[in-house]
């Protein structure tokens, strides 16, 4: 896509991993598609830090003359201000806690960023063709309005987790019913929820509790924006591209799934070296050469990876069970484990914690890999050893899986999880779960039988591998990028690039008038 003069868009994700990645990821397609654009990436010093050491040991992001580039700009993380609205109905001062801090210090982002805008602007001589934010930065959409730009929400989910997330925010239908069960606004009658698919946080809300504070808003705010991004796909999720449109009321793309390139050619491959081990990174605690190893003498589809994404970890009783459920299981497996809830999450891992002797037993019989705080997760999932993922169901884990054609046991715990695991299990049939949440016990024996029935060839576990299979090639159709075969995620991409070019010829063609 060439341009006439110099575009500029200024990106806003929300401080945390799983947003950081897709974000990224949306402008180095944006810088692959275009020319001449600049795409800025702006948050707090220590998000721009990883994603600059992300970025640079990727060959794909260096620019020539004329080519779109990626710009970092650093924002202050500053809470000293106590930004949230203020409790009208309960003058009890809420405690600054930590999460309180986290929410006011991103409120307070909306200054420097009015500035960044103000300052761009000012060089450029016209202001930024758009601001692409995430949801929980609503405030967006009024630094754009005020700063004679668009506002474009950026949902690094999918199209079902985000609006059932959004959905429950903006009514809390629980909240209203004593019934275990109850319908979400948005979804139909069929897609019943339950209070256990809520986050202990949200279970709790009444919209005057911190959390329904700081969402509430923020979401209301989004819903104001110019129009939405989704990390999903048309074709592998129909039904929440169409309940999610009917909601929103809003142009709507879906561009995604957005992953490296690398991970989108072969349809499975015997070594992950094909895949930058450096894309996330982080460091792994043994070298990722001792896990492609390991993996390549392993039968195909025969490996359960089991990962909790980038923040969450399980109590330590559930540690134990499931240790046992998977010695018991003999399936080969690999964990990447962290300490258990309770502890620093970063800290020193105890032996205590799993059964006696159980690192160096399944090690030593080769029946898995223990792997400390964090793996090259894309490359296990892509190795054609691996046969299922038990997952936290975060959506960048879940898209990974499934465009590897791996199915998946969830474990779903916080954020829109939940309904990923539900869209998963009730629209898509490529999983089952092992239990929600981290306040259930988990036993041994259950763990055990599950993992032997997903990793089963036949029945279900067969049934699942399948379908994700499929789900694997409508993945790769979408984000064809071939000449007239582009995919419906590519198309998606061009017709946002060309809304919000012809949207600036709008706003400036009534500048002149
Ligand atoms: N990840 C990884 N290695 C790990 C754990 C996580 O590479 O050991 C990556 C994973 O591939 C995914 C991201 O971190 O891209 C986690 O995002 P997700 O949306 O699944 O979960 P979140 O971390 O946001 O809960």
Redesign the pocket.
Known sequence: MGSDHHHHIVMLPFM???HL?PFLELAKQIKQRTTGFTITIASTSLNIQYLQSTISSSSSISSSSGESTIDFAVLPFNSSDYALPPNTENTENVPLTEIGEFFSASLNLEAPVRKLIADITAREGTAPLCIISDPFFGWATNVAESLNTVNITFTTGGAYGTLAYISLWLHLPHFHTDSEEFTVLGFPERCRFHRSQLHPFMRAANGKDLWSRFFQPQISLSLKSSGWLTNTAEEIEPFGMEIFRNYIKLPLWSIGPLLPQSALKKSSSTSGSSISTQR?G?KLGIPAEECFQWLNLQRPNSVLYI?F????TIRATQMMELAKGLEKSEKNFIW?IRPPLGFDIKGEFRSEWLPEGFEERVRGNKQGLVVR??????EILSHESTGAFLS?C?????V?SLSQGVPIMGWPMA?EQSYNSKMLMEEMGVSVELTRGVQNEIVGEKVKELIEMVMDENGKGGEMRKKAGEIREKIRAAVRYEGNEAGSSVKAMDDFLNYVLENRQERESKIQV
């Open positions: 945390a991993l799983g990645i996330t982080k990962s994404g980038s923040q969450n990447v705080n964090w793996a090259p997760q894309l936290h975060g959506w960048n884990s879940v990974e954020a």
